[in-house]
């Protein structure tokens, strides 16, 4: 960041109560190319995230913050700096004329990839009132502008009322590594016009003021009736302003914190104070860059913009905690920490979209918090404070080698892949030695289904292993280990077929949830049974209860695979392309079956007749739970699914239906559950999203250690003019230019490294002759392979 020297600032004295904020432009000037949207009236009661990677802010789009979240119940909102939260907000009140106002019911709330606004133009009569705010990245701190406009014709004279509300407290399971939260104290900072709060029992402090000389009182405000939970302290600062007809006056404050001491947190603050344009325009230019980063352009417009700001969704969960590393958390407000499989997916889309930075910050971090574990098992969950909280579901470890692999693809990085190859052999050794039992080749436990009791030979854990098992033959294979290379190449294709054998339940046309036995799978029924009783779902209690008839007809200790809650994972075989093509078509049809209009249920017994028009708010419990939930995951992994098998419409089918939760809650976002519950921003939709556009319609699927890049394309019907640019392959940057007329297919292939080997596919492995720039060429087995910067090839569509 272009910035003035730290020592020039810190060696001269800071003066701040002659500033002329009122002559300031407002922040939003340097908005005018940003794209801004409005959110729905009916959802300023729900929240948003201010996103930073150190710090951030939730609250409600109608400004207030009420006391959310489950994790630390009522405490996942407000303002945190990981591993500690500092404020649980603030309130503004306005008194103009003799008449008080309290500042909590926005009219409007608008979201920026880079900030927020919150417009009250109803609350005070004659005043216009905007809220901007944004958080610096790098920086323990954030910035908040009013800027106060007089609508009326006369001068108005108003005191202007600010209250922060200090909450110092730990992260989740801080009480396991001894961060235990003490009452708040409030100290006046002369010097700064600003309240300086403090732990009282730990080096955790908050800083809030705006540098303009302060009226000051430790008390909550008398005009907006909000009283926190936990034990924090208010402090209120108050300025008296006199406006012009027709003139704003802009008020800014800043907040910093520190979890480590006074010093620390002052310097915050000071380059908040001094710098906070450039760090406004640092974060433009940051987010400018991701938005070109794979761009695309399609003729369906929802979809671009949708993916567009999944891109930015994306960047608002980096959490950087210094002590323990930089990573990609999962969801806002309530899993804003680090998860292994959760990454497992989005790192996937996040390197196909140009995020090698976060890609490799991310996979180290999961790697050495992975490595308290001792025996190559992948973490799951895992506090901002260190703590571990679940060493890892049996899927996870499968899936992070197939996810080096995937980015080694990508990068063609050989010491990327030699760092965790030694890690992931022992992983794959735990996997089959200490959860497989009987030797099947079925690692028993918990995968991406954690459902109470159903954790025996899982259909996702078998396929990702499998997979896991393909993907280490060929990491093998690059580093010269050829015993691992032949011992795994044999389990891969060994598994592949027994899981299309043993998974596969031909009488329901769907691979089987689980491989158990008789008694298991009886226990399991009547549970299921109960849950469809209970959501009221009378085909899946019929069918259910003929399934139990069956089975008690079964050896009570005999093992099979049973089709039972019709859970999303069954789809796996499918996408990762293990499924027989028959037995895939076969799959993916009985899948459609249970989606709704946004997408695919978690559980397909939660789905009945209705679902099909139920496009509105999802009810979901007050106890947060995932049944009768629909997915943005499942939805992805199905439009995945059906690109394997050749069938675009179908992948953009679920797309589409995924995109029709776009913006429905928090404007820019898509909900974790469709269309608005659970997490409000969730990091695995890019997964959803990247894959399927980049990786298969686009039909990128990258060489980079041989530097060649395979090119097959697989568009959607309609999709007549499609374009792809800056897509980051190795040390490569490639641009594809697409255009389908009168049954041929047009593309313009632009790479920044002409020394790099293009290998086109033509659509449907058609064979014969092609045009390579102009110029008729024949083609190998349905393949063009050319070199150069710039080419375009014509072929039939």
């Given at each position: 960041?272009?910035?003035?020297?730290?020592?020039?600032?810190?060696?001269?004295?800071?003066?701040?109560?002659?500033?002329?904020?009122?002559?300031?432009?407002?922040?939003?000037?340097?908005?005018?190319?940003?794209?801004?949207?409005?959110?729905?009236?009916?959802?300023?009661?729900?929240?948003?995230?201010?996103?930073?990677?150190?710090?951030?802010?939730?609250?409600?789009?109608?400004?207030?913050?009420?006391?959310?979240?489950?994790?630390?119940?009522?405490?996942?909102?407000?303002?945190?700096?990981?591993?500690?939260?500092?404020?649980?907000?603030?309130?503004?009140?306005?008194?103009?004329?003799?008449?008080?106002?309290?500042?909590?019911?926005?009219?409007?709330?608008?979201?920026?990839?880079?900030?927020?606004?919150?417009?009250?133009?109803?609350?005070?009569?004659?005043?216009?009132?905007?809220?901007?705010?944004?958080?610096?990245?790098?920086?323990?701190?954030?910035?908040?502008?009013?800027?106060?406009?007089?609508?009326?014709?006369?001068?108005?004279?108003?005191?202007?009322?600010?209250?922060?509300?200090?909450?110092?407290?730990?992260?989740?399971?801080?009480?396991?590594?001894?961060?235990?939260?003490?009452?708040?104290?409030?100290?006046?900072?002369?010097?700064?016009?600003?309240?300086?709060?403090?732990?009282?029992?730990?080096?955790?402090?908050?800083?809030?003021?705006?540098?303009?000389?302060?009226?000051?009182?430790?008390?909550?405000?008398?005009?907006?009736?909000?009283?926190?939970?936990?034990?924090?302290?208010?402090?209120?600062?108050?300025?008296?302003?006199?406006?012009?007809?027709?003139?704003?006056?802009?008020?800014?404050?800043?907040?910093?914190?520190?979890?480590?001491?006074?010093?620390?947190?002052?310097?915050?603050?000071?380059?908040?104070?001094?710098?906070?344009?450039?760090?406004?325009?640092?974060?433009?230019?940051?987010?400018?860059?991701?938005?070109?980063?794979?761009?695309?352009?399609?003729?369906?417009?929802?979809?671009?913009?949708?993916?567009?700001?999944?891109?930015?969704?994306?960047?608002?969960?980096?959490?950087?905690?210094?002590?323990?590393?930089?990573?990609?958390?999962?969801?806002?407000?309530?899993?804003?920490?680090?998860?292994?499989?959760?990454?497992?997916?989005?790192?996937?889309?996040?390197?196909?979209?140009?995020?090698?930075?976060?890609?490799?910050?991310?996979?180290?971090?999961?790697?050495?918090?992975?490595?308290?574990?001792?025996?190559?098992?992948?973490?799951?969950?895992?506090?901002?404070?260190?703590?571990?909280?679940?060493?890892?579901?049996?899927?996870?470890?499968?899936?992070?080698?197939?996810?080096?692999?995937?980015?080694?693809?990508?990068?063609?990085?050989?010491?990327?892949?030699?760092?965790?190859?030694?890690?992931?052999?022992?992983?794959?050794?735990?996997?089959?030695?200490?959860?497989?039992?009987?030797?099947?080749?079925?690692?028993?436990?918990?995968?991406?289904?954690?459902?109470?009791?159903?954790?025996?030979?899982?259909?996702?854990?078998?396929?990702?292993?499998?997979?896991?098992?393909?993907?280490?033959?060929?990491?093998?294979?690059?580093?010269?280990?050829?015993?691992?290379?032949?011992?795994?190449?044999?389990?891969?294709?060994?598994?592949?077929?027994?899981?299309?054998?043993?998974?596969?339940?031909?009488?329901?046309?769907?691979?089987?949830?689980?491989?158990?036995?008789?008694?298991?799978?009886?226990?399991?029924?009547?549970?299921?049974?109960?849950?469809?009783?209970?959501?009221?779902?009378?085909?899946?209690?019929?069918?259910?209860?003929?399934?139990?008839?069956?089975?008690?007809?079964?050896?009570?200790?005999?093992?099979?695979?049973?089709?039972?809650?019709?859970?999303?994972?069954?789809?796996?075989?499918?996408?990762?392309?293990?499924?027989?093509?028959?037995?895939?078509?076969?799959?993916?049809?009985?899948?459609?079956?249970?989606?709704?209009?946004?997408?695919?249920?978690?559980?397909?017994?939660?789905?009945?007749?209705?679902?099909?028009?139920?496009?509105?708010?999802?009810?979901?419990?007050?106890?947060?739970?995932?049944?009768?939930?629909?997915?943005?995951?499942?939805?992805?992994?199905?439009?995945?699914?059906?690109?394997?098998?050749?069938?675009?419409?179908?992948?953009?089918?679920?797309?589409?239906?995924?995109?029709?939760?776009?913006?429905?809650?928090?404007?820019?976002?898509?909900y974790e559950v469709s269309p608005d519950y659970g997490m409000m921003a969730q990091a695995w939709n890019l997964y959803s999203y990247a894959v399927p556009i980049v990786t298969q319609f686009f039909g990128i699927q990258p060489d980079a250690a041989n530097k060649v890049i395979n090119i097959s394309p697989s568009l959607p019907t309609g999709w007549n003019?499609?374009?792809?640019?800056?897509?980051?392959?190795?040390?490569?940057?490639?641009?594809?230019?697409?255009?389908?007329?009168?049954?041929?297919?047009?593309?313009?292939?632009?790479?920044?490294?002409?020394?790099?080997?293009?290998?086109?596919?033509?659509?449907?492995?058609?064979?014969?002759?092609?045009?390579?720039?102009?110029?008729?060429?024949?083609?190998?087995?349905?393949?063009?392979?050319?070199?150069?910067?710039?080419?375009?090839?014509?072929?039939?569509?």
């Amino acid at each position: 960041m272009m910035l003035r020297p730290l020592s020039i600032l810190l060696g001269a004295t800071i003066f701040f109560s002659c500033q002329n904020e009122a002559s300031k432009k407002p922040f939003t000037e340097l908005l005018k190319d940003v794209e801004g949207i409005s959110g729905n009236e009916e959802y300023l009661g729900s929240p948003y995230v201010t996103a930073g990677d150190r710090l951030y802010m939730v609250g409600h789009q109608d400004g207030t913050f009420p006391d959310l979240g489950f994790h630390v119940e009522g405490e996942m909102g407000g303002i945190w700096n990981h591993p500690i939260k500092l404020m649980d907000g603030f309130t503004v009140a306005i008194t103009s004329d003799n008449n008080y106002y309290c500042l909590n019911k926005a009219d409007e709330f608008i979201n920026y990839p880079i900030a927020n606004k919150h417009i009250f133009n109803s609350q005070v009569p004659g005043l216009h009132i905007e809220r901007f705010q944004f958080v610096p990245d790098g920086r323990e701190g954030m910035v908040i502008e009013f800027e106060i406009k007089n609508v009326d014709k006369s001068r108005k004279s108003i005191q202007f009322e600010f209250t922060g509300h200090t909450d110092l407290l730990p992260v989740w399971l801080g009480e396991r590594v001894g961060m235990i939260d003490s009452v708040d104290n409030l100290e006046f900072d002369d010097k700064r016009q600003a309240w300086r709060g403090k732990d009282a029992g730990n080096e955790w402090y908050v800083l809030f003021g705006s540098g303009r000389p302060t009226k000051h009182s430790e008390e909550p405000s008398s005009t907006c009736n909000y009283n926190p939970q936990g034990k924090g302290k208010a402090g209120k600062l108050s300025y008296d302003l006199t406006i012009a007809p027709e003139k704003s006056e802009v008020i800014t404050f800043y907040i910093a914190g520190s979890y480590k001491s006074q010093n620390e947190l002052e310097k915050t603050y000071d380059l908040l104070h001094e710098y906070a344009d450039n760090y406004l325009k640092d974060k433009i230019t940051h987010y400018r860059k991701i938005a070109d980063k794979s761009k695309v352009t399609i003729p369906d417009k929802e979809l671009e913009k949708a993916f567009e700001w999944v891109k930015y969704n994306t960047e608002w969960l980096v959490r950087e905690v210094p002590e323990i590393g930089r990573g990609l958390g999962a969801g806002m407000p309530d899993y804003p920490w680090w998860f292994g499989v959760d990454n497992e997916y989005t790192l996937k889309g996040a390197i196909a979209t140009g995020r090698k930075d976060l890609v490799y910050s991310t996979i180290e971090l999961i790697h050495k918090l992975s490595e308290s574990n001792g025996n190559g098992q992948v973490i799951h969950e895992v506090s901002t404070n260190g703590v571990i909280f679940n060493p890892g579901n049996i899927n996870e470890t499968p899936q992070f080698a197939s996810l080096i692999w995937w980015v080694y693809q990508w990068t063609g990085d050989r010491a990327f892949l030699e760092k965790y190859y030694p890690f992931i052999l022992q992983g794959m050794d735990w996997l089959m030695e200490e959860n497989d039992e009987d030797g099947n080749l079925f690692p028993d436990g918990y995968g991406m289904m954690e459902i109470h009791g159903l954790e025996s030979e899982m259909i996702d854990v078998a396929v990702y292993t499998q997979k896991a098992f393909d993907d280490v033959s060929q990491m093998a294979e690059v580093l010269e280990d050829a015993e691992t290379k032949d011992k795994y190449r044999s389990l891969a294709s060994e598994l592949k077929q027994k899981i299309n054998d043993e998974f596969w339940v031909a009488e329901f046309n769907s691979y089987a949830d689980f491989i158990g036995t008789t008694a298991e799978a009886l226990k399991m029924i009547d549970a299921a049974i109960v849950r469809a009783d209970t959501l009221n779902k009378p085909w899946a209690v019929e069918e259910l209860q003929a399934t139990k008839k069956k089975v008690q007809t079964y050896p009570r200790n005999q093992k099979r695979g049973f089709v039972m809650f019709h859970n999303w994972v069954v789809n796996t075989p499918m996408e990762m392309g293990i499924a027989d093509q028959d037995k895939a078509i076969k799959a993916l049809d009985k899948g459609k079956g249970f989606v709704n209009p946004f997408g695919v249920f978690v559980t397909g017994i939660d789905r009945d007749d209705a679902s099909e028009y139920e496009d509105g708010s999802f009810a979901g419990s007050k106890v947060f739970s995932y049944t009768g939930a629909v997915m943005t995951l499942p939805t992805g992994v199905q439009a995945v699914a059906e690109n394997n098998y050749g069938r675009p419409d179908e992948a953009l089918d679920y797309l589409k239906r995924m995109t029709r939760s776009f913006s429905y809650a928090l404007p820019g976002s898509i909900y974790e559950v469709s269309p608005d519950y659970g997490m409000m921003a969730q990091a695995w939709n890019l997964y959803s999203y990247a894959v399927p556009i980049v990786t298969q319609f686009f039909g990128i699927q990258p060489d980079a250690a041989n530097k060649v890049i395979n090119i097959s394309p697989s568009l959607p019907t309609g999709w007549n003019e499609a374009k792809i640019e800056n897509v980051e392959i190795g040390d490569n940057e490639l641009s594809i230019i697409y255009e389908v007329k009168d049954g041929i297919l047009k593309a313009e292939i632009i790479q920044k490294s002409g020394d790099w080997e293009i290998k086109f596919k033509i659509p449907g492995d058609k064979k014969g002759k092609a045009l390579l720039n102009n110029k008729e060429v024949e083609t190998k087995e349905g393949t063009l392979v050319f070199g150069g910067g710039k080419n375009t090839v014509e072929v039939p569509n």
